[in-house]
């Protein structure tokens, strides 16, 4: 899948993966593929809350793409438009964050 997508992943650096991408293979293929390093994002054993580094970004946007209600159902034909819809959807939520 990342081979087909290589040339719109050109500009990505570094990727975030939780605890179930460990594993030098995946790290291998995706330096040799796009370039990029991946960092492993490990949870702490002790079942206590911990505010995990750079995690808290990704949840975020999530968050802000489910208040967009359009997204909630996929019944678009073209992905592209999907796309345009996500985009509009964090550059409003990131306009009414600033207001």
């Not at 968050?63 to 909630?72: D, F, G, I, N, Y």
């Amino acid at each position: 899948m990342i081979c087909k997508a290589r040339k719109n992943l050109s500009e990505v650096q570094n990727i975030l993966v939780d605890a179930g991408y460990t594993g030098e293979n995946f790290a291998t293929q995706i330096k040799m593929t796009i370039g990029a390093t991946v960092e492993v994002i490990k949870r702490s054993e002790l079942h206590t809350f911990v505010v995990l580094p750079k995690r808290w970004v990704v949840e975020r946007s999530f968050a802000w793409l489910e208040k967009c209600r359009r997204l909630w159902k996929n019944c678009e034909r073209k992905l592209n438009t999907s796309l345009q819809i996500c985009f509009y959807c964090f550059a409003s939520q990131k306009i009414m964050n600033r207001l």
